[in-house]
């Protein structure tokens, strides 16, 4: 259930963005102990002015390679978070060449009420999920 949004420069091709949001995936499965089967991801590209991405003082140097993850989910310990992160530096570097400097995750939490999956019902409060 966690719904990831990309946030990447345009410019990569549908194997490569498969690749990416594969590694994402591997990594919130592994992290978040999520099935296998509960994947929502979306992905946004922009040209690369519309993304303007520092370092915030940490001395990272940016590329067009920037993925920027947005994840909206339920609420997760510190560790499973710090787990997240790691997973996703390292698959991401791993599997797509990314580099962990390219990489800007964002985790906002909600609750079971927050969610429809469709029906027009909350689905983690019938008991469905």
Not at 25 to 30: D, I, K, L, Q, S
Not at 39 to 48: C, E, N
Not at 92 to 114: F, R
């Amino acid at each position: 259930m966690p719904l990831l949004r990309f946030d990447l420069i345009e410019g990569r091709n549908e194997e490569t963005l498969k690749k990416l949001l594969d590694s994402a995936h591997r990594a919130m499965v592994e992290a978040f102990q999520v099935p296998e089967s509960d994947r929502y991801q979306i992905v946004h590209q922009h040209p690369p002015h519309e993304l303007i991405i520092e370092d915030t003082g940490l001395g990272f140097k940016r590329s067009k390679d920037l993925v920027i993850i947005s994840i909206v989910s339920k609420k997760r310990t510190v560790k499973q978070k710090e787990t997240l992160y790691s997973l996703l530096a390292h698959y991401l570097e791993s599997d797509c060449g990314i580099s962990p400097q390219d990489l800007i995750v964002s985790i906002s939490e909600n609750s079971d009420a927050d969610w429809s999956f469709g029906l027009g019902e909350a689905q983690f409060l019938t008991g469905s999920l």
